[in-house]
């Protein structure tokens, strides 16, 4: 008998600060894993598409060290400076960039975070390409996310509890690039930071992305977005 393709249930949570959304992003988790625990069967309901851009923030990974002289410079610019639970090193989120959590049980697809990863780096480099806009995930060792000519369209940064996701991608729509110039966006160095916007000499705010990034969404992990 064919699985039924999984549902995932769409949370929109607007302009919000980074910690407020983690906290939502948690109680996602939280709901999978107890509600897995108790039964045998599952509700595909929990599964989420959460939604939102932040108020400026940078935030660092679990296991990236810094120094508190970079931490007060950043936030005497008016942003805040978080230390998230996701992988990976420093980054910006700012408004007018798609921010996309998806808390999804593992289990409903294929329980593997290579896979999970390898199918969030289709769904942006398909968002890209209904932009006309050739998109590629990097091979090379600590060139994580999406880049188009070198440089970096969307962040990618996650984490995983028994097969449950959190954490996901932040792509810059018509966002403020400048404040990427404070910091080597997720460590690297020798390539600059690009949006949606910039690449296709228009304004593309996050509105204009989201239903393409939807429909790009079902189609890449074969499922309906409720």
């Given at each position: 008998l064919m699985k039924l393709r999984p549902s995932v249930k769409l949370m929109h949570l607007g302009l919000i600060r980074y910690q407020e959304a983690f906290k939502v992003q948690q109680q996602c988790v939280k709901s999978i894993i107890a509600y897995r625990q108790k039964h045998r069967d599952f509700d595909d309901s929990l599964n989420k598409l959460i939604i939102c851009q932040h108020l400026p923030v940078y935030t660092v990974g679990c296991n990236e060290p810094y120094d508190n002289c970079l931490k007060e410079k950043l936030e005497n610019l008016g942003a805040e400076f978080c230390?998230?639970?996701?992988?990976?090193?420093?980054?910006?989120?700012?408004?007018?960039?798609?921010?996309?959590?998806?808390?999804?049980?593992?289990?409903?697809?294929?329980k593997s975070a290579r896979w999970y990863v390898a199918h969030l780096e289709k769904l942006v480099i398909s968002v890209c390409k209904e932009f006309n806009l050739e998109a590629n995930a990097d091979s090379q060792i600590g060139y994580t996310g999406i880049w188009v000519k070198g440089n970096k369209i969307c962040a990618l940064g996650l984490s995983f509890h028994r097969f449950v996701t959190c954490h996901g991608?932040?792509?810059?729509?018509?966002?403020?690039?400048?404040?990427?110039?404070?910091?080597?966006?997720?460590?690297?160095?020798?390539?600059?930071?690009?949006?949606?916007?910039?690449?296709?000499?228009?304004?593309?705010?996050?509105?204009t992305t989201l239903p393409t990034l939807i429909k790009c969404f079902e189609n890449i992990f074969e499922c309906k977005v409720i």
């Open positions: 230390r998230s639970t996701r992988g990976g090193k420093i980054t910006f989120h700012g408004p007018e960039q798609l921010v996309v959590y998806p808390i999804l049980s593992l289990h409903r697809w294929v991608l932040a792509l810059n729509c018509c966002n403020d690039l400048s404040w990427f110039q404070q910091i080597s966006p997720c460590g690297i160095t020798d390539r600059g930071v690009t949006s949606l916007s910039l690449e296709c000499n228009r304004r593309i705010d996050v509105q």
